[in-house]
């Protein structure tokens, strides 16, 4: 058994002017929506053994501070260039060659890019997937490089504005 927690990044801040979007960092209300979420993960246990996140600067503070709400290492965290850009099945075989092992996994990243990944793994379409909104996927395999569509079950889905 695996499982798959999806969250999208915090609130980013507004761009400045002439900044690429990579750059935006977290708001205030991102910052305070990682406690909210950090609190839920770790009442139920969903303690990711590795934080895959996206290079873009608000993903990458996210994956950091929830780290440190879930009492893990923030070497636990690392970036992977495909989170930022399109949907690609790179990053499932990263994951099989990079942590075989964990059980739990968390990815940071951006819509659409998420979910088209919830699509893809659980047949699950969501209407919308706010800043912040976690989803954990539970899915009946031994390793993650057999990650394939649509195996995936929903257990529970995170949105910190029904959790304030």
Known sequence: MKTLIITRHGKASEALESQ????????TRGLKD??????ELSKKNLIPG???????????????????CLDISKSLVLTRDSLYGNFSNEIFSFMETTCPSEKIVM?????PFLLLMIEYLSGVILESFPTLATLVLDF?????????????????LFVPSELR
């Open 140 to 156: 009946d395999i031994e390793g993650w490089g057999e990650l394939t569509e649509k195996k995936g079950t929903m257990r529970k």
């Open 107 to 111: 990815v940071v990243g951006h819509n």
């Open 34 to 39: 990682i406690k909210v979420i950090g609190r």
């Open 50 to 68: 590795l934080i895959l996140s996206s290079p873009a600067i608000r993903s990458v503070e996210t994956a950091r501070h929830l780290a440190g």
């Open 20 to 27: 690429p979007d990579i750059l935006r960092a977290l708001s």
